[in-house]
């Protein structure tokens, strides 16, 4: 009875299942982005944004249903719920953005947005790297913490392309075209979230490889 029992619930590799299915749609948000940021097929490029944002956002609820219906789970469950909500933000930072982008009908962005684009790739790159080595962290707990060391340099470099994009802003437009100055500081205050909650991310798996080593 009993083991007929547990057949009915959800097996604890299910949930890195979850994560690696939830950090490809991020992945792809992320590429995605640096597409829309090159200021080709634009409407495409949002598109698809918004939908891999919804299949996220349907991932993360199985997760959390999973959590509470898990006698035993591969790790605490407030650490699953974090881990998932901060990729889950990483994603709705990018459906964020493309809103801002179509309510001022943006065509055009600046070469720094594009690298910036370019580090969120990396950045997603690096977490959909990190999450299938969570299921056995032990044996990966160097690269781990590895990656968690690269998001943080990753996420300094965006830091530093949106201190100097802020800069160029208000040099090319910050007297003449305030509004241009506003939207476009805007952005790149966007996309600097989005690479901070890549480091959330980073934080929370180095979390858990303290935690579970």
């Keep these: ?5 547990r057949k009915l619930l959800p097996r604890e590799d299910r ?3 979850l994560f690696e299915r939830h950090s490809r749609t991020v992945v792809g948000g ?3 982005l640096e597409q829309l940021l090159q200021g ?5 490029w949002c598109q698809k944004i918004i939908d891999l944002e919804d299949e996220a956002d349907h991932i993360t609820a199985e997760v959390l249903l999973a ?17 998932i909500q901060s990729m889950d933000d990483a994603i709705d930072m990018m459906h964020k953005t493309v809103k801002t982008v179509k309510l001022f009908e943006k065509k055009e962005f600046d070469p720094l947005m594009q690298e910036m684009g370019g580090v969120i790739v990396a950045a997603s790159r690096l977490v959909a790297e990190a999450i299938p ?4 962290v032990g044996t990966h707990t160097v690269r781990l913490n590895a990656i968690a060391e690269e998001v943080m340099r990753v996420e300094s470099r965006a830091d530093d392309l949106h201190e100097q994009g802020l800069k160029d802003l208000f040099q090319r437009h910050g007297r003449s075209d305030p509004m241009a100055y506003l939207i476009g500081s805007e952005i790149y205050g966007q996309l600097e979230k989005v690479v901070d909650r890549f480091e959330d ?9 303290i935690e579970n080593v």
């Design 133 to 136: 080595l969570l299921s056995k």
């Design 40 to 44: 080709k097929d634009i409407e495409r």
């Design 67 to 83: 959590v509470r219906r898990s006698f035993i789970t591969p790790f605490d469950r407030g650490d699953i719920k974090d881990l």
């Design 15 to 17: 949930f890195f299942d």
């Design 30 to 32: 992320a590429e995605a």
């Design 1 to 5: 009875m009993l083991g007929w029992f």
């Design 201 to 209: 991310v980073a934080n929370e798996i180095s979390g858990i490889v």
